[in-house]
Protein backbone atom coordinates (compact mmCIF):
# COMPACT_ATOMS: atom_id res chain seq x y z
CA UNK A 1 0.00 0.00 0.00
CA UNK A 2 1.39 3.76 -1.07
CA UNK A 3 1.70 6.19 1.25
CA UNK A 4 -1.05 8.40 0.96
CA UNK A 5 -1.53 12.64 0.92
CA UNK A 6 -1.89 12.52 4.38
CA UNK A 7 1.16 10.45 5.51
CA UNK A 8 3.24 12.64 3.38
CA UNK A 9 1.72 15.63 5.29
CA UNK A 10 2.88 13.47 8.50
CA UNK A 11 6.31 13.07 7.46
CA UNK A 12 7.15 16.86 6.57
CA UNK A 13 5.28 18.19 9.60
CA UNK A 14 6.42 16.07 12.42
CA UNK A 15 8.88 13.57 11.66
CA UNK A 16 11.45 15.79 9.78
CA UNK A 17 12.06 18.57 12.24
CA UNK A 18 12.76 15.68 14.96
CA UNK A 19 16.08 15.31 13.14
CA UNK A 20 17.37 18.45 13.94
CA UNK A 21 17.33 18.13 17.17
CA UNK A 22 20.41 16.70 18.79
CA UNK A 23 23.90 18.27 17.45
CA UNK A 24 21.84 21.04 15.46
CA UNK A 25 20.87 23.35 18.20
CA UNK A 26 24.63 23.23 20.19
CA UNK A 27 26.28 24.11 16.67
CA UNK A 28 23.58 26.72 15.74
CA UNK A 29 24.42 28.36 19.40
CA UNK A 30 28.35 27.85 18.55
CA UNK A 31 28.51 29.26 14.98
CA UNK A 32 25.39 32.36 15.03
CA UNK A 33 24.97 32.61 19.25
CA UNK A 34 22.04 34.06 20.04
CA UNK A 35 20.69 34.92 16.55
CA UNK A 36 20.66 31.19 16.06
CA UNK A 37 16.91 31.37 14.53
CA UNK A 38 17.74 33.62 11.45
CA UNK A 39 19.91 30.50 9.79
CA UNK A 40 17.25 28.51 10.38
CA UNK A 41 14.43 30.27 9.46
CA UNK A 42 16.13 31.02 6.02
CA UNK A 43 17.00 27.36 5.54
CA UNK A 44 13.18 26.49 6.47
CA UNK A 45 11.83 28.99 3.64
CA UNK A 46 14.33 27.60 1.03
CA UNK A 47 13.86 23.45 1.88
CA UNK A 48 9.58 24.50 1.94
CA UNK A 49 10.41 26.31 -1.97
CA UNK A 50 12.11 22.98 -2.40
CA UNK A 51 9.56 20.82 -1.28
CA UNK A 52 6.85 22.62 -2.82
CA UNK A 53 8.93 21.71 -6.20
CA UNK A 54 9.41 17.98 -5.27
CA UNK A 55 5.81 17.75 -5.07
CA UNK A 56 5.05 19.05 -8.06
CA UNK A 57 7.63 16.66 -9.84
CA UNK A 58 5.24 13.89 -8.23
CA UNK A 59 2.48 14.72 -10.06
CA UNK A 60 4.43 12.58 -13.24
CA UNK A 61 3.54 9.28 -10.61
CA UNK A 62 6.87 8.19 -11.48
CA UNK A 63 9.90 7.84 -9.53
CA UNK A 64 12.88 9.72 -10.04
CA UNK A 65 14.60 6.15 -11.53
CA UNK A 66 12.34 6.21 -13.98
CA UNK A 67 12.18 9.99 -15.05
CA UNK A 68 15.78 9.98 -15.81
CA UNK A 69 15.81 6.24 -17.47
CA UNK A 70 13.11 7.83 -19.72
CA UNK A 71 14.80 10.49 -20.76
CA UNK A 72 17.98 9.15 -21.13
CA UNK A 73 18.29 5.35 -20.74
CA UNK A 74 19.17 2.74 -18.76
CA UNK A 75 22.84 3.06 -18.34
CA UNK A 76 22.35 7.03 -17.91
CA UNK A 77 19.96 6.14 -14.98
CA UNK A 78 21.76 3.34 -13.56
CA UNK A 79 24.73 5.81 -12.73
CA UNK A 80 22.31 8.42 -11.11
CA UNK A 81 21.06 5.66 -9.02
CA UNK A 82 24.06 4.78 -7.76
CA UNK A 83 25.13 8.33 -7.26
CA UNK A 84 21.57 9.45 -5.53
CA UNK A 85 21.94 6.09 -3.02
CA UNK A 86 25.82 7.43 -2.27
CA UNK A 87 24.66 10.78 -1.36
CA UNK A 88 21.88 9.38 0.62
CA UNK A 89 24.48 6.94 2.62
CA UNK A 90 26.52 9.67 3.20
CA UNK A 91 24.03 11.86 4.20
CA UNK A 92 22.51 9.02 6.63
CA UNK A 93 26.03 9.09 8.29
CA UNK A 94 25.63 12.30 10.36
CA UNK A 95 22.40 11.25 11.78
CA UNK A 96 23.73 7.61 12.60
CA UNK A 97 26.22 9.19 14.94
CA UNK A 98 23.75 11.57 16.05
CA UNK A 99 21.63 8.32 17.14
CA UNK A 100 24.35 6.73 18.90
CA UNK A 101 25.15 9.97 20.68
CA UNK A 102 21.66 9.82 22.28
CA UNK A 103 21.97 6.04 22.94
CA UNK A 104 24.96 7.01 25.05
CA UNK A 105 24.23 9.82 26.59
CA UNK A 106 20.67 8.80 27.85
CA UNK A 107 19.90 5.28 27.99
CA UNK A 108 23.31 3.53 28.47
CA UNK A 109 25.53 5.84 29.60
CA UNK A 110 27.98 3.68 31.92
CA UNK A 111 28.55 0.87 29.02
CA UNK A 112 30.95 1.15 26.14
CA UNK A 113 28.35 2.66 23.51
CA UNK A 114 29.49 0.33 20.56
CA UNK A 115 28.43 -2.32 22.29
CA UNK A 116 24.91 -1.12 23.34
CA UNK A 117 24.91 0.70 19.54
CA UNK A 118 25.71 -2.25 17.54
CA UNK A 119 21.89 -3.82 17.82
CA UNK A 120 20.57 -0.32 15.76
CA UNK A 121 22.33 -1.79 12.43
CA UNK A 122 20.74 -4.98 13.11
CA UNK A 123 17.03 -3.24 13.26
CA UNK A 124 18.48 -0.98 10.26
CA UNK A 125 19.33 -3.71 8.02
CA UNK A 126 15.05 -5.07 8.66
CA UNK A 127 13.87 -1.96 8.09
CA UNK A 128 15.59 -0.71 4.56
CA UNK A 129 14.85 -4.08 2.95
CA UNK A 130 11.51 -3.24 3.12
CA UNK A 131 9.85 -1.44 -0.11
CA UNK A 132 9.31 2.23 0.78
CA UNK A 133 5.83 1.72 -0.11
CA UNK A 134 5.97 0.72 3.52
CA UNK A 135 6.47 4.37 4.93
CA UNK A 136 3.01 5.35 5.24
CA UNK A 137 2.00 2.96 8.05
CA UNK A 138 5.01 3.59 10.19
CA UNK A 139 4.74 7.63 9.58
CA UNK A 140 0.64 7.07 11.01
CA UNK A 141 2.27 5.64 14.04
CA UNK A 142 5.27 8.49 14.16
CA UNK A 143 3.31 11.43 13.82
CA UNK A 144 1.39 11.13 17.02
CA UNK A 145 4.40 10.02 18.96
CA UNK A 146 6.29 13.49 17.60
CA UNK A 147 3.74 15.52 18.66
CA UNK A 148 3.25 14.44 21.65
CA UNK A 149 7.13 14.34 22.46
CA UNK A 150 7.74 18.11 21.14
CA UNK A 151 5.12 19.07 23.09
CA UNK A 152 6.17 17.32 26.29
CA UNK A 153 9.54 18.60 26.32
CA UNK A 154 8.66 22.31 25.80
CA UNK A 155 5.58 22.51 28.01
CA UNK A 156 8.46 21.35 30.63
CA UNK A 157 11.03 22.76 29.70
CA UNK A 158 9.37 26.80 28.91
CA UNK A 159 9.12 27.93 31.99
CA UNK A 160 12.77 28.01 32.50
CA UNK A 161 13.43 30.07 29.52
CA UNK A 162 14.47 33.27 29.75
CA UNK A 163 13.68 34.39 25.72
CA UNK A 164 15.94 37.82 26.70
CA UNK A 165 19.30 35.95 25.93
CA UNK A 166 17.86 35.99 22.47
CA UNK A 167 18.44 39.93 22.63
CA UNK A 168 19.89 41.63 20.89
CA UNK A 169 19.05 40.74 17.43
CA UNK A 170 21.98 40.86 14.85
CA UNK A 171 24.60 40.69 17.38
CA UNK A 172 26.60 37.86 15.75
CA UNK A 173 26.46 39.89 12.56
CA UNK A 174 26.55 38.56 9.13
CA UNK A 175 29.45 36.32 9.62
CA UNK A 176 27.52 34.51 11.96
CA UNK A 177 24.18 33.94 9.91
CA UNK A 178 26.48 32.92 7.23
CA UNK A 179 28.44 30.18 8.80
CA UNK A 180 24.68 29.05 10.49
CA UNK A 181 23.40 28.40 7.15
CA UNK A 182 26.81 26.84 5.85
CA UNK A 183 26.83 24.75 9.24
CA UNK A 184 23.03 23.44 8.93
CA UNK A 185 23.14 22.71 4.91
CA UNK A 186 23.88 18.72 6.46
CA UNK A 187 20.17 19.11 8.27
CA UNK A 188 18.18 20.32 5.93
CA UNK A 189 17.77 18.07 3.15
CA UNK A 190 14.53 17.23 3.33
CA UNK A 191 13.80 18.01 -0.49
CA UNK A 192 16.34 14.77 -1.09
CA UNK A 193 14.93 12.80 1.37
CA UNK A 194 11.36 13.35 -0.54
CA UNK A 195 12.76 13.37 -3.98
CA UNK A 196 13.75 9.76 -3.19
CA UNK A 197 10.23 8.58 -2.28
CA UNK A 198 8.12 10.71 -5.47
CA UNK A 199 6.68 7.90 -7.66
CA UNK A 200 6.20 5.36 -4.29
CA UNK A 201 3.17 7.92 -3.14
CA UNK A 202 -0.10 9.33 -5.01
CA UNK A 203 -0.43 12.72 -6.16
CA UNK A 204 -3.47 14.19 -5.42
CA UNK A 205 -4.70 17.66 -6.27
CA UNK A 206 -3.14 20.31 -3.66
CA UNK A 207 -0.51 18.04 -2.16
CA UNK A 208 1.98 20.89 -2.93
CA UNK A 209 0.69 23.92 -0.90
CA UNK A 210 -0.18 21.55 1.83
CA UNK A 211 2.97 19.60 2.22
CA UNK A 212 4.68 23.03 1.75
CA UNK A 213 2.34 24.01 4.80
CA UNK A 214 2.71 20.96 6.93
CA UNK A 215 6.82 21.32 6.34
CA UNK A 216 6.48 25.38 7.44
CA UNK A 217 4.52 24.56 10.28
CA UNK A 218 6.49 21.46 11.57
CA UNK A 219 9.89 24.42 10.80
CA UNK A 220 7.94 26.89 13.53
CA UNK A 221 7.70 24.32 16.15
CA UNK A 222 11.65 23.55 15.21
CA UNK A 223 12.37 27.31 15.52
CA UNK A 224 10.08 27.62 19.02
CA UNK A 225 12.36 24.49 20.26
CA UNK A 226 15.50 26.36 19.72
CA UNK A 227 14.44 30.08 21.59
CA UNK A 228 13.57 27.70 24.25
CA UNK A 229 17.27 26.01 23.91
CA UNK A 230 18.43 29.18 24.24
CA UNK A 231 16.60 30.59 26.46
CA UNK A 232 17.66 28.13 29.40
CA UNK A 233 21.02 27.67 28.43
CA UNK A 234 22.09 30.90 26.70
CA UNK A 235 26.11 30.81 26.33
CA UNK A 236 26.43 27.33 27.74
CA UNK A 237 24.11 25.58 24.63
CA UNK A 238 26.87 25.43 22.99
CA UNK A 239 27.88 22.19 25.22
CA UNK A 240 23.98 20.97 25.24
CA UNK A 241 23.92 17.67 23.15
CA UNK A 242 21.47 16.05 22.55
CA UNK A 243 19.65 18.83 23.01
CA UNK A 244 16.54 17.77 23.10
CA UNK A 245 17.37 15.64 26.15
CA UNK A 246 18.70 18.34 27.96
CA UNK A 247 16.34 21.36 27.72
CA UNK A 248 13.94 20.11 30.09
CA UNK A 249 16.18 18.67 32.95
CA UNK A 250 15.50 21.60 34.53
CA UNK A 251 11.60 21.05 34.96
CA UNK A 252 10.92 22.34 38.80
CA UNK A 253 8.54 19.42 39.62
CA UNK A 254 10.91 16.91 39.20
CA UNK A 255 12.15 16.91 42.56
CA UNK A 256 9.42 15.57 43.56
CA UNK A 257 7.35 14.07 40.11
CA UNK A 258 10.79 12.16 38.83
CA UNK A 259 12.28 12.76 35.97
CA UNK A 260 8.95 12.80 33.90
CA UNK A 261 10.32 14.26 30.89
CA UNK A 262 11.90 10.62 29.79
CA UNK A 263 8.46 10.19 28.55
CA UNK A 264 8.70 12.67 25.96
CA UNK A 265 12.16 12.31 25.69
CA UNK A 266 11.89 8.56 24.93
CA UNK A 267 8.87 8.92 22.22
CA UNK A 268 11.08 11.44 20.31
CA UNK A 269 14.49 9.04 19.93
CA UNK A 270 11.58 6.33 18.79
CA UNK A 271 10.38 8.45 16.17
CA UNK A 272 13.92 9.73 15.28
CA UNK A 273 15.33 5.95 15.05
CA UNK A 274 12.90 5.84 11.82
CA UNK A 275 14.32 8.71 10.96
CA UNK A 276 17.99 7.76 10.68
CA UNK A 277 17.05 4.50 8.67
CA UNK A 278 14.86 6.45 6.15
CA UNK A 279 18.10 7.57 4.26
CA UNK A 280 19.33 3.81 4.22
CA UNK A 281 16.24 2.45 3.34
CA UNK A 282 15.93 5.32 0.33
CA UNK A 283 19.49 4.20 -0.96
CA UNK A 284 18.49 0.41 -0.66
CA UNK A 285 15.39 1.31 -2.07
CA UNK A 286 16.60 3.36 -5.50
CA UNK A 287 19.65 0.34 -5.88
CA UNK A 288 17.26 -2.00 -6.00
CA UNK A 289 14.74 -0.40 -8.29
CA UNK A 290 18.10 0.36 -10.96
CA UNK A 291 19.46 -3.24 -10.36
CA UNK A 292 16.51 -5.24 -9.39
CA UNK A 293 15.29 -8.37 -10.59
CA UNK A 294 16.31 -10.58 -7.60
CA UNK A 295 13.77 -11.45 -4.89
CA UNK A 296 16.70 -11.63 -2.81
CA UNK A 297 18.68 -7.92 -3.91
CA UNK A 298 16.64 -5.55 -1.73
CA UNK A 299 17.73 -7.74 1.99
CA UNK A 300 21.80 -8.04 0.53
CA UNK A 301 21.43 -4.29 -0.57
CA UNK A 302 20.36 -3.77 3.11
CA UNK A 303 23.41 -5.81 4.79
CA UNK A 304 25.90 -4.43 2.44
CA UNK A 305 24.49 -0.49 3.09
CA UNK A 306 24.04 -1.12 6.25
CA UNK A 307 27.19 -2.96 7.07
CA UNK A 308 29.44 0.01 5.04
CA UNK A 309 27.74 2.09 7.74
CA UNK A 310 29.29 0.40 10.79
CA UNK A 311 32.10 0.04 9.74
CA UNK A 312 32.58 4.44 8.92
CA UNK A 313 31.10 5.03 12.42
CA UNK A 314 33.30 2.13 13.94
CA UNK A 315 36.83 3.31 11.80
CA UNK A 316 36.00 7.41 12.33
CA UNK A 317 35.18 6.64 16.21
CA UNK A 318 38.87 7.83 17.31
CA UNK A 319 37.94 11.25 16.33
CA UNK A 320 34.33 12.04 16.66
CA UNK A 321 34.80 15.93 16.93
CA UNK A 322 36.50 16.02 13.44
CA UNK A 323 34.62 13.95 11.48
CA UNK A 324 31.41 15.80 12.16
CA UNK A 325 33.28 19.49 11.83
CA UNK A 326 34.45 18.25 8.01
CA UNK A 327 30.84 16.70 6.83
CA UNK A 328 28.97 20.26 8.74
CA UNK A 329 32.05 22.62 7.39
CA UNK A 330 34.23 21.35 4.83
CA UNK A 331 32.01 19.11 2.57
CA UNK A 332 28.91 21.46 3.57
CA UNK A 333 28.08 22.07 -0.29
CA UNK A 334 27.37 18.61 -1.20
CA UNK A 335 23.49 18.57 0.47
CA UNK A 336 22.61 21.48 -1.30
CA UNK A 337 23.93 20.10 -4.26
CA UNK A 338 21.50 17.25 -4.08
CA UNK A 339 18.68 18.73 -1.82
CA UNK A 340 18.45 21.97 -3.83
CA UNK A 341 20.42 21.76 -7.36
CA UNK A 342 18.79 18.08 -8.30
CA UNK A 343 15.12 18.70 -7.35
CA UNK A 344 15.00 22.11 -9.62
CA UNK A 345 17.03 20.74 -12.61
CA UNK A 346 14.55 17.73 -12.34
CA UNK A 347 11.37 20.18 -12.18
CA UNK A 348 13.00 21.89 -14.90
CA UNK A 349 12.98 18.83 -16.86
CA UNK A 350 10.38 16.91 -16.43
CA UNK A 351 7.74 18.98 -13.83
CA UNK A 352 5.28 19.60 -16.65
CA UNK A 353 3.52 17.47 -18.78
CA UNK A 354 1.89 19.60 -22.01
CA UNK A 355 -1.97 20.54 -21.10
CA UNK A 356 -1.30 20.03 -17.80
CA UNK A 357 -2.38 22.33 -15.25
CA UNK A 358 -0.81 23.48 -11.63
CA UNK A 359 -2.77 22.43 -8.81
Not at 36 to 60: E, N, S, T
Not at 310 to 339: E, R, Y
Request: glycine share 8%; net charge positive.
Amino acid sequence: MKPSSRQICFFLAAVAPVGKLVLMPAQLAADAGNDLLFPVLAQLVLQAALIFCVLLLARRDYTVFALVRRAAGDVAARIFAVLLAAFLLFFAFLPVVEQKITVRSIFYDTIPAHLVFAPFFLFSAYLSARALGSLGRVWDILAPLSAVGMAGVLLLSVGNADFGALAPFGAAGTGGFVDGIRRTCCWFCDSALLLAVIGHFPYRKGLAWKGTLCYLGGGLVLLFFLAVFYGVFGEIAVLQTPAFARVSAFFSAATVLGRIDYLFIFALAFVMTFYVVLPVQEAVGTLAEAFGGASLLPPLLSVGCNALLFAAVSLLNLSPSQTISTITGTLFWIFPLFSAVLPLVLLALFGRRQREKIS
